[in-house]
């Protein structure tokens, strides 16, 4: 089989997982991120809100990790973490204590010392402000995504290849800014994304060992989906959902 016959295949296959997808049939009635306290969709606190936890969505269940989000951000005892002005004010056991009495961080002192220096990024650079972030940007997901990229250590675990596309997806579904160059951002290669990209015969069980795996999913999602109707992200949701409930479903 050449190469176009081979990627009109896949590409056959992708569009029955995602019309699969709308019509319900993958499940995903509720995603992890839906767990949130729907607040003002332009609002400095809604942006907040879907990105700090978010630094923390590594090796763990999505789902829990958000239901805890909104536990934490309900309880008006931890609310502040939310805040980054007022996390810089708390010692490391306070801020510990409070993130981890709903387990949104599951350890006592990474996960928070990464929650902090996120803040400590926002507040000193941003003036607390997500929104400041992107309008810095004027909202160009490249401009964005670059200037991270550039200054890992102030983004931690944000700015990793698997949690920086998916949260710049977030972004772009949790809000109600108009973001120029939405096809930067990739297909957020998670486990099921490799799972699903397996499946389908885009990576093969050596290459899914190796530990650029996630890179080479990405590019090869790049290069199959280029000039179609598709974004890379528009896939990440039907994959998930195929991989997570077993591919039970057939295409």
Not at 134 to 147: M, V
């Amino acid at each position: 089989m050449s190469f176009n016959e081979e990627r009109n295949d896949i590409l056959n296959k992708v569009k029955k997982l995602v019309d699969l997808y709308k019509a319900g049939a993958l499940g995903g009635e509720k995603m992890p991120e839906d767990s949130n306290p729907h607040l003002a969709r332009s609002s400095n606190e809604n942006l907040l809100y879907f990105t700090l936890p978010m630094a923390l969505n590594y090796q763990r269940n999505s789902y829990k990790l958000w239901e805890a989000a909104l536990k934490t951000w309900e309880d008006d005892t931890t609310k502040a973490v939310f805040f980054p002005d007022k996390v810089l004010q708390m010692s490391d056991e306070e801020l510990s204590e409070k993130l981890t009495k709903h387990k949104v961080a599951l350890q006592p002192n990474k996960q928070p010392s990464i929650w902090r220096k996120l803040c400590q990024t926002f507040q000193k650079d941003f003036e607390g402000s997500v929104k400041n972030f992107f309008e810095r940007f004027d909202f160009d997901i490249k401009l964005a995504k670059e200037y991270i990229m550039k200054n890992k250590k102030d983004f931690p675990y944000l700015s990793g290849t698997k949690i920086l596309n998916y949260w710049l997806y977030v972004m772009t579904q949790q809000s109600e800014f108009s973001y120029k160059n939405r096809s930067e951002i990739s297909v957020a290669p998670d486990t099921h994304v490799l799972q699903a990209s397996l499946k389908l015969g885009v990576l093969t069980v050596d290459e899914m060992k190796r530990s650029n795996a996630r890179n080479i999913v990405s590019q090869r999602w790049e290069e199959i989906l280029k000039g179609t109707e598709f974004e890379p992200i528009d896939i990440h949701t039907p994959f998930w959902l195929w991989s997570r409930n077993g591919f039970e479903v057939e295409i």
